[in-house]
DNA sequence: AATCACTTGCTTGTTGACAGCAAGTAACTC
DNA sequence: GAGTTACTTGCTGTCAACAAGCAAGTGATT
């Protein structure tokens, strides 16, 4: 992680991780069988942490109170743990390219989010806390798209780019369009 | 760019990229200096395309018309030139790669998009038809933020993911948020 | 009109770095 | 003591980058 976060994904060497791991230049391609491999494997590590926090952070609510409570929790995760935060995103972004061997890992991710959302907005719905008339899937491709793009561009530039208030208007936006009458 | 579409930027060499043009093996190193060099050529040129092409879209329209005017640019231009269009989602997602060299050129492309959008909203509110309360660069980054998300989601998954539903729910968004009563 | 100095546009040879593989080795386990 | 596990080392093909070339101009000079 801390070599892709001074490399990027491209320039880091598997013979630079097995070194800076105290071993061999042979051990990553060892364990991961590939630097696509490795990448998977770091993916899948950071989003298991990530996703334990988001959990521990919405807990058990539901509709806007878990959006907005989602939204604090990524910036608390990007505060307490920005190198993960940020590599994570270095990722993503890595799979986009139509040879990345964890695109498949980084699509699951997003789609999972998507119906988690979907499924808040609902619960949100039966509780009388949203409005009847929203459509969860939309609602939550809006969300996901938003959070998507927010990281990147917080990632891309973070001293232009204030986090905080940025949410601040979101979970406002989600008050105003979202909540029953 | 074909090359890119199909191998993406780091599968691809400098050689297939000569030898695709009708030349030799080290002709796109000679021309551009380096790989970095090449995309970061390749970025500018298709993001010149595509700002003639919003520019043409949005015309002289300002605040909300302008808004949806460049979300409808947005579609077209995906529907138009799809290669362009996903070949420059995946050169700005290189971009995020600590070691691109290009970089500066993703960075300054979405800040000047940025500060187009906080200049609608202005004018916007000059004409009374934005609300007078709402923050420009608020907005804007916020507008910028899902643009992102959204081309960057429907690059990971085309097929999961409608384009064109997602701006109908979006332009609706933003003439109620940001209209003036 | 012939020569010479220099540029442009492109090619080819080479080097060092890297990913991935295969054959090893050494310690530990049953 | 046979096999397994965890790791290393040697090797090969590929690649980016560089440097040296070369052929076809261009333009000034005599």
Redesign the interface.
Known sequence: MALV???????TTLAMIGEKAGYSRGLATYRFGSKGGLYDALCKSISRHWLEYLKRGVGDKVGIEAMCAALDTIYEFEQESPQEARAL??LY????????EY?QT??GI??RQKSDVAEWVRRGQEAGQVRAGVDPD?VA??Y???????T??W???PD??DFS??NE??KR?LK??LAAS
Do not use: N
């Open positions: 976060l001074e490399h990027g994904t491209d320039k995103e270095i972004c890595g799979a986009a390219s139509p040879s990345a695109q980084a699509v997003r789609r939309e491709t809006q996901v798209a938003y959070i998507s793009g927010m990147y561009l990632m891309m530039s232009t780019f208030v940025s208007v979101m936006h105003d369009s």
